[in-house]
């Protein structure tokens, strides 16, 4: 279950982050895709973050919780769209998105090994 969770994480983040840097270039034509797969992804995290907390990894799994919550939050506070703008909530963005996709690995090693 865990694996193919994360199986799904790694290609519709890496699909988010493609979508993402599409987006921001200028491509609105990308939008509906890139906030499907960011939601998705972030479902996911939600979701492994659950799984970690049953299985007493706990710092992995609250942070999870707790990005899997900011990563949308932050998202939609892109809006109005301003293409090519580097403003600090973009790069928040950004950041948060990568933090997700990495913790996502840590919460996988730890709903494997416990802890
Ligand atoms: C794993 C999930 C996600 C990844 C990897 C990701 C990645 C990115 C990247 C690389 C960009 C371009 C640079 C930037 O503006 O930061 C971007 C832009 C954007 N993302 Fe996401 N994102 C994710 C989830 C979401 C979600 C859930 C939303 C929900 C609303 C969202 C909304 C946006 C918007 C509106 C922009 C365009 C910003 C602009 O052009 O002004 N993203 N994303």
Known sequence: M??????????LGLAAIVLGVLLWAGGSQYLGAHI???FAVALLVFVLAVIALTKKAVLPGIL???LA??????GFMQFPLSFHSLRAVQVAHFVFA???????ERIYSGIRKGG
Do not use: D, E, N, Y
């Open 64 to 66: 999870g919780v707790v």
């Open 69 to 74: 919550v900011l990563l949308p939050v932050v």
């Open 98 to 104: 990568l933090l997700t996709i990495g913790l996502a």
């Open 36 to 38: 499907g797969s960011g």
């Open 2 to 11: 865990a694996k193919a969770l994360i199986m799904l994480v790694r290609v």
